[in-house]
């Protein structure tokens, strides 16, 4: 009598909600949390950019040209950043090219999981001679610096918002590519794969509904890492003036007009690369993070 009072009353019982684990590995891991904190608030700002921007980006005033950050002795309180050489406002141009970076990372990474997960899947499963001629043209990619080949296909297309996310796109797939055709062949060997042979599934619905599916954490993880390459390729790129051109208004350009007034304005590259190296640290750490909850090797509770 007393085991089933027992029984009843701890059916009773209110379930308690079990946290997600990926919730719990984040509030463990402060470099994680600090890694999407950023990523989420440098997305935010792009996204309410005309809302957040106190002065106009684009206006000129001569006459409070080259101010120097609030703080400082000759500071003007309007201007938390100070001013460049136009008069513009650094904190609003800072605002504002952050979602040239958000749209650039985002869509450049898009173009390259598209093209670099179809070709590495196509090669690891198919395999024979098809995977060793893609493996060749990946190896031949992969020797030529990133950087090169993005100033070259530039040169090619010419500069703009638009060539500059394909171009980035396009000369980042060979890592995407590689990762999964190396996930692909250790995934394709594996009891379920064999087990959908077996019951007749065509080839092709096995690589998209069973191999696919198990190699997305690896294809998470770096898409994450790799947006930070693009961001960095991009301000590198508008450093250079083969990037995105003026008027618009982007972290690289910015680098790169303040480039001329280091000794005297440093204000001018030094907050622009602030911005570059945060937000590029940010896509790092959270890179960091979700790897250790998605891949099954280093999960913890």
Known sequence: MNTVQ??????????????????RSLLRNGVGLLGLSIVVGVVLVAIAAPLLAPHDPARINVRARLLPPAW???????????????????????IDGSRVSVVVGVLGVAISVLVGVTIGLVSGYVGGRLDGLISRAVDTFMAIPFIILALAAVGFLGPGLTNLIIVLGLTGWVTFARVVRGEVLSVKTMEFVTAARTIGQRGWRIALFHVLPNVAASIIVLATLQIATVIIAESSLSFLGMGVQPPTITWGTMLAEGRNHLATSWWLATFPGVAISITALGCILMGDWLRDVLDPRLRQG
């Open 72 to 94: 400082l002795a000759d500071g003007d309180p309007r201007h938390l950043l100070g001013t460049d050489q136009l008069g513009r406002d650094v904190l609003s141009r800072l």
């Open 6 to 23: 027992a029984a009843s009353e701890t059916l009773a019982l209110p379930r308690q909600r079990r946290t997600p684990r990926w919730l």
